[in-house]
């Protein structure tokens, strides 16, 4: 696929009452840089622990976000995944992600349902998202039936974005950084950069942040440095608007 310039972006994960300070900060440092939209993915109940329904603050601060160019995106609804007795699942899920895949293995029926509240406490604020993605990028076969049922436009995983009104697959690997322990961090620095090198043909670039980042000096400096780099030759947009260039393609 080819657009009228290259395009990237960046996405934030994890929105939610629990992390909206340091949001706002990662954002206040993104506009800084040069990046004036993102995609905001919000968790409506973030770890059981701080629900968006009812939260004027933070549903008033999310309007704010939406009114200045940010996309909201449907991040599933509790984020978090209970573990299971099987050691692949569990592998995958508290190794790779702490625990946090939370429609990895879901039933159809139990997605649907997690999709329909979180569209209810969306849509209480005035918010009625095309994409839906999955903690972690973790959505299994059946959770994404209910993806599509639910008549969501678009999703993503680590490697690619879909189009599930077409089922159209972009290949676009995703910068991501792990910063739960110093190793990880060290090989975050050195595979994004490497990463990034990589893809410079690639139409679509993908970064994706986490508030956790922005805890760690040097990677909150590569992520901003790669993203300066980066607009040098291409323009940051949103999901939403990369979903509606591609389908005039």
């Given at each position: 696929?080819?657009?009228?310039?290259?395009?990237?972006?960046?996405?934030?994960?994890?929105?939610?009452?629990?992390?909206?300070?340091?949001?706002?900060?990662?954002?206040?440092?993104?506009?800084?840089?040069?990046?004036?939209?993102?995609?905001?993915?919000?968790?409506?109940?973030?770890?059981?622990?701080?629900?968006?329904?009812?939260?004027?603050?933070?549903?008033?601060?999310?309007?704010e976000?939406?009114?200045?160019?940010?996309?909201?995106v449907?991040?599933g609804?509790?984020?978090?995944?209970?573990?299971?007795?099987?050691?692949?699942?569990?592998?995958?899920?508290?190794?790779?992600?702490?625990?946090?895949?939370?429609?990895?293995?879901?039933?159809?029926?139990?997605?649907?349902?997690?999709?329909?509240?979180?569209?209810?406490?969306?849509?209480?604020?005035?918010?009625?998202?095309?994409?839906?993605?999955?903690?972690a990028?973790?959505?299994?076969?059946?959770?994404?039936?209910?993806?599509?049922?639910?008549?969501?436009?678009?999703t993503?995983?680590?490697?690619?974005f879909k189009?599930?009104?077409?089922?159209?697959?972009?290949?676009?690997?995703?910068?991501v950084?792990?910063?739960?322990?110093?190793?990880?961090r060290?090989?975050?620095?050195?595979?994004?950069?490497?990463?990034l090198?990589?893809l410079q043909?690639?139409?679509?670039l993908?970064?994706?942040?986490h508030?956790?980042?922005?805890?760690?000096?040097?990677?909150?400096?590569?992520i901003?440095?790669?993203?300066?780099?980066?607009?040098?030759?291409?323009?940051?947009?949103?999901?939403?608007?990369?979903l509606?260039?591609?389908?005039?393609?």
């Open positions: 696929m080819q657009t009228s310039r290259p395009v990237f972006v960046v996405s934030i994960h994890d929105v939610s009452p629990l992390s909206r300070e340091r949001v706002a900060i990662m954002l206040g440092d993104l506009t800084a840089a040069g990046v004036g939209r993102t995609s905001l993915l919000v968790i409506p109940d973030h770890h059981h622990k701080a629900a968006m329904a009812g939260n004027a603050a933070f549903c008033g601060w999310l309007q976000m939406a009114a200045q160019g940010h996309e909201i449907l991040h609804y509790f984020h978090l995944r209970p573990k299971s007795s099987g050691f692949k699942e569990n592998f995958t899920t508290e190794f790779y992600t702490a625990g946090e895949g939370e429609f990895y293995d879901l039933s159809e029926n139990e997605a649907r349902l997690r999709l329909e509240n979180g569209l209810r406490d969306f849509a209480g604020s005035g918010f009625h998202p095309r994409g839906f993605i999955a903690p990028w973790l959505l299994g076969p059946e959770a994404e039936k209910a993806v599509i049922k639910a008549g969501f436009d678009y993503t995983r680590l490697q690619n189009d599930l009104k077409t089922g159209r697959v972009d290949a676009s690997q995703s910068l950084w792990s910063v739960r322990a110093a190793w990880r060290m090989v975050s620095l050195w595979w994004n950069a490497a990463l090198r990589r043909t690639a139409p679509l993908r970064f994706g942040l508030p956790p980042d922005w805890d760690h000096p040097t990677i909150r400096e590569q901003l440095g790669l993203i300066r780099e980066t607009l040098a030759g291409r323009e940051a947009i949103t999901y939403e608007e990369w509606e260039r591609s389908r005039l393609e």
